[in-house]
């Protein structure tokens, strides 16, 4: 048979078919495309470099029947007037993680629920086996998800941290304390002082890591953080504006912002314009840039100084280590954190007056 029937075919083949061409059982074939960690390099390099000639991909039923899984990851997400998740972040994030599901095989199961149904949700399917595990998003400081998930021995990966569980648990997370930290330092150097945060929900976790980092920046050069200028809102390009106006209209209005979002920073640059004010020169800002597919800050040029971590990589960090914990269930919970870059662009620059 030429290679280019088998290629052609070979979407057709069936687990046993492609386990016979190989001599060797179906479980052991479908453990070795599977992760599973029995199986020796040497036969796993094997089956793989045959399943990549043959064009060779399993059948979702016999993946199931051969494994005992669902092959299939959940995600819950809840609807709520004020919820940070449903924004473009999402979006990417779920981009990179089923970039990962699909490479090993695994569906992506999207269940969109009310707040209060939630429960409900994580239980129908551990009960149904609908999933293998699931993915939390966006962590409140005291995730009443998280010991739920864990009295159901449901697998799964936070992408985030929960400040006030104690228990351990798997996560991604950007360093976001150090990401602010840095950041207000940055706009400190420049000679800002009256540097204002506009912060998403903080009874969401990564918004109080950053409100910490910005307070230890400041309290570590003498400055007490002046409540005036820190605000906490949906991230959105409207908030964004209608916090920085009422800052801009303060007796000491900032010379500087710090924004945890981008689309905070598109509202901050219209308020700035509508003040006849130059961002970058009479008034610096900072955003957290997710380094969205499409929402980018700029092209060859930012146009933001951001803090900048590819939610999109976050997404495939946390699928590559939910599939981990899948297969290996006795490993230790996996975590991995994120550093964020500081990336200079054409909104800073030094407080006017001093000398650059």
């Known amino acids: ?107 992506m199961i999207l269940s969109v629920v009310s707040d209060a149904d939630e429960e409900i949700s994580y239980r129908a399917l551990k009960s149904r086996g609908s999933v293998d595990g699931v993915i939390v998003h966006g962590p409140s400081v005291d995730d009443r998800r998280i010991p739920l998930l864990r009295e159901l021995a449901m697998p799964f990966v936070v992408h985030g941290r929960a400040s006030d569980i104690a228990q351990p648990y798997a996560w991604v997370d950007v360093n976001n304390r150090r990401a602010f930290q840095r950041a207000t330092g940055f706009l400190l150097d420049l000679g800002h002082r009256r540097i204002a945060l506009l912060n998403g929900l903080e009874f969401m976790d990564f918004a109080m890591r950053r409100r910490r980092g910005y307070t230890e920046a400041l309290a570590a050069r003498g400055i007490v953080p002046d409540p005036s200028l820190m605000s906490s809102h949906e991230m959105t390009e409207a908030a964004g504006y209608r916090a920085a106006m009422q800052m801009l209209a303060l007796p000491l209005p900032p010379t500087a912002f710090l924004a945890s979002s981008i689309i905070l920073g598109f509202g901050i640059r219209r308020a700035l314009d509508d003040c006849g004010l130059k961002m970058g020169r009479d008034v610096s800002v900072i955003v957290h840039d997710d380094d969205l597919s499409y929402l980018t800050n700029g092209d060859d040029v930012p146009i933001f100084t951001a803090t900048r971590s590819s939610v999109r990589a976050a997404g495939r960090a946390a699928a590559e280590l939910l599939l981990q914990q899948i297969a290996s269930p006795a490993d230790p919970l996996p975590n991995r954190l994120l550093e964020a870059e500081l990336i200079i662009g054409q909104s800073t620059g030094p407080l006017l007056g001093r000398p650059a």
């Open 1 to 107: 048979m030429s290679m280019a029937i088998e290629s052609a075919l070979g979407n057709f083949m069936t687990l046993k078919e492609f386990s016979a061409i190989l001599g060797l059982s179906p479980t052991t074939v479908s453990r070795a495309l599977n992760g599973y960690p029995e199986v020796n390099e040497a036969t796993r390099s094997r089956i793989a470099a045959e399943a990549k000639r043959l064009n060779y991909r399993a059948n979702a039923r016999a993946l199931r029947l051969a494994t005992g899984r669902a092959m299939a990851v959940g995600h819950v997400i809840p609807i709520a007037p004020r919820h940070e998740i449903m924004n473009p972040v999402f979006a990417d994030f779920i981009a990179g993680a089923g970039e990962i599901y699909s490479a090993q095989d695994y569906e």
